[in-house]
Protein backbone atom coordinates (compact mmCIF):
# COMPACT_ATOMS: atom_id res chain seq x y z
CA UNK A 1 0.00 0.00 0.00
CA UNK A 2 1.36 3.36 -1.18
CA UNK A 3 1.97 6.43 0.46
CA UNK A 4 1.31 10.13 -0.15
CA UNK A 5 3.17 12.73 1.72
CA UNK A 6 2.13 16.00 1.22
CA UNK A 7 4.58 18.59 2.15
CA UNK A 8 2.52 22.00 3.10
CA UNK A 9 3.96 25.21 1.32
CA UNK A 10 5.95 27.50 3.23
CA UNK A 11 5.04 30.89 2.32
CA UNK A 12 7.96 32.98 0.51
CA UNK A 13 9.58 36.18 1.87
CA UNK A 14 7.37 38.43 -0.36
CA UNK A 15 3.88 36.63 -0.62
CA UNK A 16 0.75 38.05 -0.45
CA UNK A 17 0.38 36.88 2.86
CA UNK A 18 4.04 38.78 3.89
CA UNK A 19 2.65 42.00 2.50
CA UNK A 20 -0.70 41.89 3.84
CA UNK A 21 0.99 41.01 7.62
CA UNK A 22 2.90 43.69 7.34
CA UNK A 23 0.26 46.27 5.78
CA UNK A 24 -2.14 44.95 8.97
CA UNK A 25 1.32 45.82 11.31
CA UNK A 26 1.45 49.40 9.69
CA UNK A 27 -2.24 50.08 10.16
CA UNK A 28 -1.48 48.80 13.89
CA UNK A 29 1.14 51.19 14.47
CA UNK A 30 -1.17 54.63 13.06
CA UNK A 31 -3.59 53.18 15.69
CA UNK A 32 -6.35 52.76 13.83
CA UNK A 33 -9.22 50.55 15.30
CA UNK A 34 -11.65 50.43 12.51
CA UNK A 35 -9.66 49.87 9.96
CA UNK A 36 -7.33 47.11 11.85
CA UNK A 37 -10.28 45.00 12.64
CA UNK A 38 -11.50 45.04 9.29
CA UNK A 39 -7.84 44.03 7.84
CA UNK A 40 -7.35 41.42 10.40
CA UNK A 41 -11.09 39.63 9.03
CA UNK A 42 -9.65 39.65 5.60
CA UNK A 43 -6.60 38.17 6.92
CA UNK A 44 -8.32 35.52 9.18
CA UNK A 45 -10.52 34.53 6.23
CA UNK A 46 -7.24 34.06 3.29
CA UNK A 47 -5.93 32.19 6.43
CA UNK A 48 -9.28 29.63 6.15
CA UNK A 49 -9.20 29.79 2.48
CA UNK A 50 -5.60 28.33 2.07
CA UNK A 51 -6.06 25.97 4.81
CA UNK A 52 -8.88 24.78 2.65
CA UNK A 53 -7.92 24.73 -0.71
CA UNK A 54 -4.48 22.43 0.96
CA UNK A 55 -7.43 20.16 2.55
CA UNK A 56 -9.14 19.94 -1.20
CA UNK A 57 -5.59 19.16 -2.83
CA UNK A 58 -4.92 16.56 -0.55
CA UNK A 59 -8.28 14.56 -1.00
CA UNK A 60 -7.61 15.00 -4.65
CA UNK A 61 -4.70 13.42 -4.78
CA UNK A 62 -5.48 10.59 -2.34
CA UNK A 63 -8.51 9.87 -5.26
CA UNK A 64 -6.26 9.97 -8.46
CA UNK A 65 -4.51 6.87 -6.28
CA UNK A 66 -7.18 5.06 -5.57
CA UNK A 67 -9.09 5.02 -8.70
CA UNK A 68 -5.88 4.53 -10.45
CA UNK A 69 -5.80 1.11 -8.06
CA UNK A 70 -9.40 0.73 -9.12
CA UNK A 71 -8.86 0.53 -13.08
CA UNK A 72 -5.88 -1.78 -12.87
CA UNK A 73 -8.06 -4.03 -11.14
CA UNK A 74 -10.33 -4.03 -14.41
CA UNK A 75 -12.73 -1.35 -13.41
CA UNK A 76 -13.73 2.10 -15.57
CA UNK A 77 -14.16 5.15 -13.77
CA UNK A 78 -17.58 6.21 -13.35
CA UNK A 79 -19.89 7.68 -10.80
CA UNK A 80 -20.75 4.13 -9.54
CA UNK A 81 -17.46 1.95 -9.87
CA UNK A 82 -19.03 -0.34 -12.57
CA UNK A 83 -16.75 -4.07 -13.82
CA UNK A 84 -15.65 -3.32 -17.54
CA UNK A 85 -18.83 -5.46 -19.22
CA UNK A 86 -18.85 -8.00 -16.35
CA UNK A 87 -15.49 -9.34 -17.45
CA UNK A 88 -12.77 -10.89 -15.03
CA UNK A 89 -10.31 -8.52 -14.01
CA UNK A 90 -6.27 -8.91 -14.80
CA UNK A 91 -4.81 -11.70 -16.86
CA UNK A 92 -7.82 -13.61 -17.10
CA UNK A 93 -9.86 -10.95 -18.35
CA UNK A 94 -7.19 -9.94 -21.04
CA UNK A 95 -6.99 -13.48 -22.04
CA UNK A 96 -10.68 -13.85 -22.44
CA UNK A 97 -10.68 -10.27 -24.64
CA UNK A 98 -7.66 -11.61 -26.24
CA UNK A 99 -9.46 -15.07 -27.42
CA UNK A 100 -13.38 -13.56 -28.16
CA UNK A 101 -11.84 -11.44 -31.15
CA UNK A 102 -9.64 -13.78 -32.73
CA UNK A 103 -11.97 -17.31 -32.57
CA UNK A 104 -15.77 -17.22 -33.35
CA UNK A 105 -17.73 -20.17 -33.42
CA UNK A 106 -21.00 -20.49 -34.79
CA UNK A 107 -23.46 -22.69 -35.81
CA UNK A 108 -26.75 -23.15 -37.57
CA UNK A 109 -29.12 -25.66 -37.90
CA UNK A 110 -32.45 -25.42 -40.26
CA UNK A 111 -35.37 -27.89 -41.46
CA UNK A 112 -37.13 -27.62 -44.84
CA UNK A 113 -40.19 -29.00 -46.19
CA UNK A 114 -39.93 -29.28 -50.07
CA UNK A 115 -42.83 -30.93 -52.72
CA UNK A 116 -40.73 -31.23 -55.22
CA UNK A 117 -37.14 -32.63 -53.96
CA UNK A 118 -35.55 -33.04 -57.56
CA UNK A 119 -36.85 -30.09 -58.99
CA UNK A 120 -38.79 -32.29 -61.44
CA UNK A 121 -41.51 -31.94 -64.26
CA UNK A 122 -44.91 -33.41 -62.89
CA UNK A 123 -44.93 -35.85 -65.41
CA UNK A 124 -41.94 -37.66 -63.55
CA UNK A 125 -43.35 -38.18 -60.08
CA UNK A 126 -42.08 -35.03 -57.88
CA UNK A 127 -40.63 -36.28 -54.90
CA UNK A 128 -41.33 -34.59 -51.35
CA UNK A 129 -39.03 -34.17 -48.34
CA UNK A 130 -38.20 -33.12 -45.06
CA UNK A 131 -34.89 -31.97 -45.02
CA UNK A 132 -32.76 -31.18 -41.87
CA UNK A 133 -29.39 -29.23 -41.82
CA UNK A 134 -26.37 -28.47 -39.18
CA UNK A 135 -23.67 -27.00 -39.93
CA UNK A 136 -21.06 -25.94 -37.24
CA UNK A 137 -18.12 -24.06 -37.84
CA UNK A 138 -15.19 -21.53 -36.51
CA UNK A 139 -14.18 -19.14 -37.77
CA UNK A 140 -10.50 -17.62 -36.71
CA UNK A 141 -9.50 -13.66 -37.65
CA UNK A 142 -6.25 -12.07 -37.22
CA UNK A 143 -5.18 -8.56 -37.57
CA UNK A 144 -7.99 -5.94 -39.09
CA UNK A 145 -11.21 -7.41 -40.59
CA UNK A 146 -11.15 -7.51 -44.40
CA UNK A 147 -13.78 -4.84 -44.76
CA UNK A 148 -12.12 -3.02 -42.43
CA UNK A 149 -9.01 -3.09 -44.57
CA UNK A 150 -10.64 -2.75 -47.55
CA UNK A 151 -12.54 0.37 -46.10
CA UNK A 152 -9.44 1.85 -44.79
CA UNK A 153 -7.16 1.01 -47.66
CA UNK A 154 -5.74 4.31 -49.19
CA UNK A 155 -7.10 6.76 -46.70
CA UNK A 156 -4.34 6.12 -43.92
CA UNK A 157 -1.23 7.43 -44.07
CA UNK A 158 1.54 5.38 -43.58
CA UNK A 159 0.20 2.86 -42.13
CA UNK A 160 0.46 -1.07 -42.09
CA UNK A 161 -2.40 -3.36 -42.17
CA UNK A 162 -2.69 -7.11 -41.94
CA UNK A 163 -5.82 -9.23 -42.31
CA UNK A 164 -6.11 -12.95 -42.29
CA UNK A 165 -9.41 -14.87 -41.51
CA UNK A 166 -9.67 -19.09 -41.68
CA UNK A 167 -13.01 -20.50 -41.88
CA UNK A 168 -13.87 -23.98 -41.61
CA UNK A 169 -16.92 -26.42 -40.53
CA UNK A 170 -19.11 -28.69 -41.86
CA UNK A 171 -21.90 -29.07 -43.38
CA UNK A 172 -24.56 -32.19 -42.68
CA UNK A 173 -27.67 -32.72 -44.40
CA UNK A 174 -30.42 -35.20 -43.82
CA UNK A 175 -33.83 -36.56 -45.29
CA UNK A 176 -36.44 -37.98 -43.46
CA UNK A 177 -37.54 -40.40 -46.83
CA UNK A 178 -34.84 -40.06 -49.28
CA UNK A 179 -32.24 -41.19 -46.73
CA UNK A 180 -29.60 -42.46 -48.83
CA UNK A 181 -29.23 -38.98 -49.99
CA UNK A 182 -27.81 -38.42 -46.19
CA UNK A 183 -24.39 -36.58 -46.54
CA UNK A 184 -22.02 -34.76 -44.09
CA UNK A 185 -20.12 -31.79 -46.60
CA UNK A 186 -16.78 -29.93 -45.62
CA UNK A 187 -15.50 -26.89 -46.33
CA UNK A 188 -12.71 -24.22 -45.29
CA UNK A 189 -10.96 -21.27 -46.47
CA UNK A 190 -8.46 -18.86 -45.70
CA UNK A 191 -7.97 -15.28 -46.86
CA UNK A 192 -4.97 -13.20 -46.29
CA UNK A 193 -4.63 -9.57 -47.08
CA UNK A 194 -1.76 -7.16 -46.12
CA UNK A 195 -0.60 -3.83 -47.17
CA UNK A 196 -0.06 -0.10 -46.65
CA UNK A 197 -1.97 2.93 -48.02
CA UNK A 198 -0.66 2.22 -51.44
CA UNK A 199 0.09 -1.19 -51.33
CA UNK A 200 -2.24 -4.12 -51.16
CA UNK A 201 -1.47 -8.28 -51.69
CA UNK A 202 -4.35 -10.66 -51.68
CA UNK A 203 -4.35 -14.49 -51.22
CA UNK A 204 -7.15 -16.75 -50.72
CA UNK A 205 -7.96 -20.48 -51.06
CA UNK A 206 -11.11 -22.40 -50.56
CA UNK A 207 -12.89 -25.80 -50.83
CA UNK A 208 -16.33 -26.69 -51.09
CA UNK A 209 -17.71 -30.09 -51.24
CA UNK A 210 -21.79 -30.02 -52.63
CA UNK A 211 -24.17 -32.51 -53.13
CA UNK A 212 -26.06 -31.20 -56.12
CA UNK A 213 -29.86 -32.86 -56.67
CA UNK A 214 -30.26 -34.58 -60.13
CA UNK A 215 -33.78 -35.02 -62.08
CA UNK A 216 -34.01 -37.76 -64.50
CA UNK A 217 -33.77 -35.41 -67.09
CA UNK A 218 -30.35 -34.68 -66.86
CA UNK A 219 -28.96 -37.82 -65.48
CA UNK A 220 -31.78 -40.52 -66.53
CA UNK A 221 -32.08 -41.03 -62.90
CA UNK A 222 -32.82 -38.66 -59.82
CA UNK A 223 -30.36 -38.57 -57.47
CA UNK A 224 -27.59 -36.65 -56.00
CA UNK A 225 -24.08 -35.81 -57.44
CA UNK A 226 -20.48 -34.97 -55.15
CA UNK A 227 -18.93 -32.29 -56.52
CA UNK A 228 -16.06 -30.60 -54.98
CA UNK A 229 -14.49 -27.35 -55.94
CA UNK A 230 -11.12 -25.88 -55.33
CA UNK A 231 -10.53 -21.68 -55.75
CA UNK A 232 -7.37 -19.78 -55.11
CA UNK A 233 -6.50 -16.25 -55.90
CA UNK A 234 -3.82 -13.73 -55.63
CA UNK A 235 -4.34 -10.41 -56.39
CA UNK A 236 -2.46 -6.89 -55.86
CA UNK A 237 -3.32 -3.47 -55.94
CA UNK A 238 -1.73 -0.12 -56.21
CA UNK A 239 -3.23 3.09 -55.05
CA UNK A 240 -2.14 6.54 -56.33
CA UNK A 241 -3.92 9.70 -55.28
CA UNK A 242 -6.61 9.85 -58.36
CA UNK A 243 -5.95 6.69 -59.91
CA UNK A 244 -5.83 2.62 -58.44
CA UNK A 245 -4.53 -0.28 -60.42
CA UNK A 246 -5.27 -3.88 -59.46
CA UNK A 247 -4.31 -7.43 -61.14
CA UNK A 248 -5.23 -11.04 -59.89
CA UNK A 249 -5.61 -14.39 -60.96
CA UNK A 250 -7.30 -17.23 -60.24
CA UNK A 251 -7.64 -21.30 -60.44
CA UNK A 252 -10.43 -23.01 -60.12
CA UNK A 253 -10.61 -27.00 -60.21
CA UNK A 254 -13.99 -28.87 -60.34
CA UNK A 255 -14.30 -32.44 -59.64
CA UNK A 256 -17.13 -34.26 -60.08
CA UNK A 257 -18.47 -37.51 -58.89
CA UNK A 258 -20.41 -40.35 -60.57
CA UNK A 259 -23.08 -39.62 -63.26
CA UNK A 260 -21.41 -36.12 -63.74
CA UNK A 261 -17.75 -36.97 -63.00
CA UNK A 262 -16.61 -37.88 -66.75
CA UNK A 263 -18.30 -34.83 -68.39
CA UNK A 264 -17.14 -31.48 -66.12
CA UNK A 265 -14.44 -32.31 -63.90
CA UNK A 266 -12.72 -29.26 -65.55
CA UNK A 267 -10.07 -26.47 -64.99
CA UNK A 268 -10.70 -22.84 -65.14
CA UNK A 269 -7.90 -19.99 -65.02
CA UNK A 270 -8.84 -16.12 -65.15
CA UNK A 271 -6.19 -13.59 -65.48
CA UNK A 272 -7.97 -9.93 -64.85
CA UNK A 273 -6.42 -6.30 -64.90
CA UNK A 274 -8.18 -3.53 -64.01
CA UNK A 275 -7.43 0.55 -63.89
CA UNK A 276 -9.34 2.47 -61.38
CA UNK A 277 -10.25 6.46 -61.57
CA UNK A 278 -11.27 8.52 -58.67
CA UNK A 279 -12.91 11.78 -59.58
CA UNK A 280 -12.05 14.82 -57.43
CA UNK A 281 -15.84 15.99 -56.80
CA UNK A 282 -16.96 11.70 -55.80
CA UNK A 283 -14.02 11.12 -53.74
CA UNK A 284 -16.21 7.08 -52.65
CA UNK A 285 -16.46 6.71 -56.27
CA UNK A 286 -14.65 4.66 -58.77
CA UNK A 287 -14.57 4.38 -62.88
CA UNK A 288 -12.83 1.68 -64.31
CA UNK A 289 -11.93 -0.38 -67.24
CA UNK A 290 -11.28 -3.96 -67.00
CA UNK A 291 -9.77 -6.35 -69.12
CA UNK A 292 -10.33 -10.42 -68.12
CA UNK A 293 -8.63 -13.60 -70.32
CA UNK A 294 -9.39 -16.76 -69.02
CA UNK A 295 -9.00 -20.68 -70.27
CA UNK A 296 -11.53 -23.52 -69.58
CA UNK A 297 -10.75 -27.28 -69.85
CA UNK A 298 -12.27 -29.91 -69.40
CA UNK A 299 -9.96 -32.67 -67.77
CA UNK A 300 -11.69 -36.39 -69.04
CA UNK A 301 -11.21 -38.04 -72.34
CA UNK A 302 -14.05 -37.34 -74.92
CA UNK A 303 -14.90 -33.89 -73.62
CA UNK A 304 -12.22 -31.91 -74.65
CA UNK A 305 -13.95 -30.39 -77.45
CA UNK A 306 -15.53 -28.23 -75.15
CA UNK A 307 -11.81 -26.62 -73.95
CA UNK A 308 -12.40 -22.81 -74.77
CA UNK A 309 -10.28 -19.56 -74.30
CA UNK A 310 -12.03 -16.39 -73.91
CA UNK A 311 -11.43 -12.76 -73.24
CA UNK A 312 -13.86 -9.95 -72.10
CA UNK A 313 -14.00 -5.81 -71.97
CA UNK A 314 -15.41 -4.10 -69.38
CA UNK A 315 -16.37 -0.44 -68.68
CA UNK A 316 -17.94 0.37 -65.22
CA UNK A 317 -18.38 2.15 -61.84
CA UNK A 318 -18.33 1.10 -58.53
CA UNK A 319 -18.41 2.40 -54.69
CA UNK A 320 -20.63 4.74 -53.50
CA UNK A 321 -22.20 6.34 -56.65
CA UNK A 322 -24.82 8.58 -54.40
CA UNK A 323 -25.39 9.54 -51.13
CA UNK A 324 -27.95 6.46 -50.37
CA UNK A 325 -27.31 4.10 -53.83
CA UNK A 326 -23.98 2.01 -53.74
CA UNK A 327 -22.39 -0.86 -55.41
CA UNK A 328 -20.97 -1.61 -58.76
CA UNK A 329 -22.13 -1.62 -62.62
CA UNK A 330 -20.31 -2.91 -65.62
CA UNK A 331 -21.02 -3.24 -69.19
CA UNK A 332 -18.79 -5.04 -71.42
CA UNK A 333 -18.16 -7.24 -74.94
CA UNK A 334 -16.79 -10.69 -74.63
CA UNK A 335 -15.81 -13.71 -77.23
CA UNK A 336 -15.02 -17.35 -76.63
CA UNK A 337 -13.34 -19.22 -78.90
CA UNK A 338 -13.90 -23.24 -78.83
CA UNK A 339 -9.65 -24.76 -79.40
CA UNK A 340 -10.99 -27.46 -81.17
CA UNK A 341 -12.60 -26.13 -84.26
CA UNK A 342 -11.32 -21.93 -83.21
CA UNK A 343 -15.49 -20.96 -84.09
CA UNK A 344 -15.85 -18.09 -81.68
CA UNK A 345 -19.68 -17.13 -79.75
CA UNK A 346 -19.53 -13.65 -78.99
CA UNK A 347 -21.65 -12.14 -76.69
CA UNK A 348 -22.20 -8.73 -74.75
CA UNK A 349 -21.65 -8.87 -71.21
CA UNK A 350 -23.61 -7.00 -68.18
CA UNK A 351 -23.04 -7.13 -64.62
CA UNK A 352 -24.55 -4.79 -61.68
CA UNK A 353 -25.23 -4.76 -58.00
CA UNK A 354 -26.86 -1.92 -56.48
CA UNK A 355 -28.05 -1.25 -52.96
CA UNK A 356 -30.55 1.61 -51.94
CA UNK A 357 -30.78 2.47 -48.51
CA UNK A 358 -33.68 4.18 -48.10
CA UNK A 359 -33.44 5.09 -44.59
CA UNK A 360 -31.26 3.05 -41.31
CA UNK A 361 -34.82 0.47 -41.55
CA UNK A 362 -35.56 0.05 -45.18
CA UNK A 363 -33.68 -1.31 -48.48
CA UNK A 364 -33.55 -2.56 -51.49
CA UNK A 365 -31.02 -4.04 -53.88
CA UNK A 366 -31.34 -4.78 -57.56
CA UNK A 367 -28.60 -7.42 -59.35
CA UNK A 368 -28.42 -8.03 -62.65
CA UNK A 369 -26.43 -10.63 -65.05
CA UNK A 370 -26.14 -11.08 -69.25
CA UNK A 371 -23.35 -13.04 -70.47
CA UNK A 372 -22.21 -16.54 -71.62
CA UNK A 373 -21.84 -19.26 -68.93
CA UNK A 374 -20.54 -23.15 -69.44
CA UNK A 375 -23.50 -25.86 -68.17
CA UNK A 376 -22.92 -29.28 -66.21
CA UNK A 377 -25.92 -30.46 -67.43
CA UNK A 378 -24.86 -33.92 -69.21
CA UNK A 379 -28.21 -34.03 -71.81
CA UNK A 380 -26.55 -30.62 -73.95
CA UNK A 381 -24.54 -31.51 -76.66
CA UNK A 382 -22.93 -28.26 -76.07
CA UNK A 383 -22.12 -26.77 -72.63
CA UNK A 384 -21.91 -22.85 -73.74
CA UNK A 385 -25.04 -20.90 -73.11
CA UNK A 386 -26.55 -17.55 -72.73
CA UNK A 387 -28.03 -16.64 -69.66
CA UNK A 388 -29.71 -13.28 -68.46
CA UNK A 389 -30.62 -12.91 -64.49
CA UNK A 390 -32.34 -10.12 -62.78
CA UNK A 391 -32.92 -10.02 -58.89
CA UNK A 392 -34.89 -8.27 -56.62
CA UNK A 393 -34.19 -7.76 -53.18
CA UNK A 394 -36.51 -5.86 -50.43
CA UNK A 395 -35.62 -5.53 -46.91
CA UNK A 396 -37.67 -3.54 -44.00
CA UNK A 397 -37.00 -4.01 -40.47
CA UNK A 398 -39.44 -3.04 -38.46
CA UNK A 399 -37.15 -2.38 -35.13
CA UNK A 400 -33.40 -3.59 -34.61
CA UNK A 401 -34.52 -7.28 -33.93
CA UNK A 402 -37.68 -7.82 -36.21
CA UNK A 403 -37.42 -7.30 -40.32
CA UNK A 404 -39.34 -8.65 -43.31
CA UNK A 405 -37.19 -9.74 -46.52
CA UNK A 406 -38.78 -9.98 -50.13
CA UNK A 407 -36.79 -11.15 -53.19
CA UNK A 408 -38.16 -12.11 -57.16
CA UNK A 409 -35.43 -13.48 -59.64
CA UNK A 410 -36.17 -13.78 -63.05
CA UNK A 411 -34.29 -16.08 -65.64
CA UNK A 412 -33.98 -16.56 -68.98
CA UNK A 413 -31.86 -19.34 -70.32
CA UNK A 414 -30.86 -20.07 -74.28
CA UNK A 415 -29.24 -22.92 -75.53
CA UNK A 416 -27.39 -23.46 -78.44
CA UNK A 417 -29.13 -26.78 -78.48
CA UNK A 418 -32.45 -24.26 -79.26
CA UNK A 419 -33.46 -25.08 -75.76
CA UNK A 420 -34.82 -22.44 -73.70
CA UNK A 421 -35.89 -22.44 -70.08
CA UNK A 422 -37.44 -19.12 -68.26
CA UNK A 423 -37.76 -19.46 -64.12
CA UNK A 424 -39.33 -17.07 -61.69
CA UNK A 425 -38.65 -17.38 -58.29
CA UNK A 426 -40.58 -15.71 -55.32
CA UNK A 427 -39.11 -15.81 -51.75
CA UNK A 428 -40.92 -13.84 -48.63
CA UNK A 429 -38.77 -14.38 -45.60
CA UNK A 430 -39.45 -13.42 -41.78
CA UNK A 431 -36.04 -12.64 -39.11
CA UNK A 432 -35.99 -12.13 -35.51
CA UNK A 433 -32.52 -11.39 -33.57
CA UNK A 434 -33.17 -12.81 -30.01
CA UNK A 435 -29.82 -12.07 -29.07
CA UNK A 436 -26.83 -10.60 -30.72
CA UNK A 437 -25.54 -14.01 -31.46
CA UNK A 438 -28.96 -15.52 -32.24
CA UNK A 439 -31.21 -15.18 -35.38
CA UNK A 440 -33.91 -17.24 -36.62
CA UNK A 441 -35.39 -16.70 -39.98
CA UNK A 442 -38.70 -18.59 -41.52
CA UNK A 443 -39.04 -18.22 -45.15
CA UNK A 444 -41.10 -19.44 -48.51
CA UNK A 445 -39.64 -20.18 -51.66
CA UNK A 446 -41.63 -20.48 -54.85
CA UNK A 447 -40.15 -21.74 -58.03
CA UNK A 448 -41.32 -22.43 -61.54
CA UNK A 449 -39.68 -23.07 -64.80
CA UNK A 450 -41.32 -23.27 -67.94
CA UNK A 451 -39.57 -24.93 -71.27
CA UNK A 452 -39.80 -25.81 -74.59
CA UNK A 453 -38.11 -29.08 -73.91
CA UNK A 454 -40.81 -31.66 -73.07
CA UNK A 455 -40.90 -32.67 -69.45
CA UNK A 456 -38.94 -30.11 -68.34
CA UNK A 457 -41.21 -27.27 -66.86
CA UNK A 458 -41.02 -28.36 -63.12
CA UNK A 459 -43.05 -25.89 -60.03
CA UNK A 460 -41.38 -26.32 -55.98
CA UNK A 461 -42.55 -25.00 -53.23
CA UNK A 462 -40.69 -25.29 -49.91
CA UNK A 463 -40.94 -23.69 -46.15
CA UNK A 464 -37.96 -23.35 -43.99
CA UNK A 465 -36.95 -22.38 -40.48
CA UNK A 466 -33.49 -21.92 -39.47
CA UNK A 467 -31.62 -20.62 -36.27
CA UNK A 468 -28.48 -19.10 -36.70
CA UNK A 469 -25.81 -18.20 -33.87
CA UNK A 470 -22.46 -16.45 -34.10
CA UNK A 471 -20.24 -15.59 -31.47
Known amino acids: MGFIILHKPSFAQNSPYDLMRDKIMSDAVMSNPAREAAMSAALRNNLVFDNTREKMIKASLEQEEVLGS ?4 GFKRRDSLMPLSGTPSGVVGETLDFLNNIFHPYASISTEYTNNLFNQDDKLNPSYDLINTVKPG ?15 YGQIESRRMFSLVLDGGIDERFYKRNTHLNRIRPYGSWNMIFGNNKHKILF ?75 PISMPKTRFFLEFDYGTIEYLKSGTNLDNSWYYKFFVGIDGKITAKIKGNMKFGYGRKILKENN ?85 PSLSYAFRKWLKMNLKYTFQKQDSNVSYNSPM ?12
Open 343 to 427: SPKDSPSVEMGLTYNYDKLTRYRLTLYNGMQESINRSLTTKSYFNSVIGYEHDLAFNPKFSLGCSLNLSDTKYSSKQNDKVVGFT
Open 70 to 73: IEKA
Open 204 to 278: SSSFVKFSTLNSELTTGASGVTGNTIYNSNIGYGIDFSRMDFDTKYTYTHSVYDGAYGSSNTDDQKLWALMAYIK
Open 138 to 152: LKVTIGETPAKFSKE
Open 460 to 471: TNSVAFSANSEF
